[in-house]
């Protein structure tokens, strides 16, 4: 059974920065081709913010992350991280991390086979 396991969501206020943690419990999904970071917000869609591509370690963002946010990975540790600098009020939502892409975009929600159950970022102006 594949598990993601997102950590380190809080509250912070607007100009702060959080990081969080992905984990893959088994090997296989840590293996997956892309890890990617999603965000829901309440009354809106699930959005890509960054993802990155293990064989060769590209990365790619949102517009609306670029240059605030990083994602980079622990093979070591069978983790991926998402660091958050400058977070915005818009920042806020619930944060998930997927893996297994099987088709399409890298932002393309339905193609991601693993999810994790999400952790809460929230961002007082």
């Known amino acids: 059974q594949v598990q993601l396991v997102e950590s380190g969501g809080g509250s912070v206020e607007a100009g702060g920065s959080l990081g969080l943690s992905c984990t893959a419990s088994?090997?296989?999904?840590?293996?997956?081709?892309?890890w990617t970071w999603f965000r829901q917000a309440p009354g809106k869609e699930r959005e890509g913010v960054a993802s990155?591509?293990?064989?060769?370690?590209?990365?790619y963002y949102s517009d609306s992350v670029k240059g605030r946010f990083t994602i980079s990975r622990d093979d070591a540790k069978n983790t991926v991280y998402l660091r958050m600098n400058s977070l915005k009020a818009e920042d806020t939502a619930m944060y998930y991390c997927?893996?297994?892409?099987?088709?399409?975009?890298?932002?393309?929600?339905?193609?991601?086979?693993?999810w994790g159950q999400g952790t809460q970022v929230t961002v007082s102006s």
């Open positions: 997927a893996a297994g892409k099987l088709y399409g975009a890298w932002n393309q929600r339905e193609a991601y086979l693993y």
């Open positions: 088994g090997r296989a999904a840590y293996n997956s081709n892309y």
């Open positions: 990155l591509y293990t064989a060769d370690d590209s990365t």
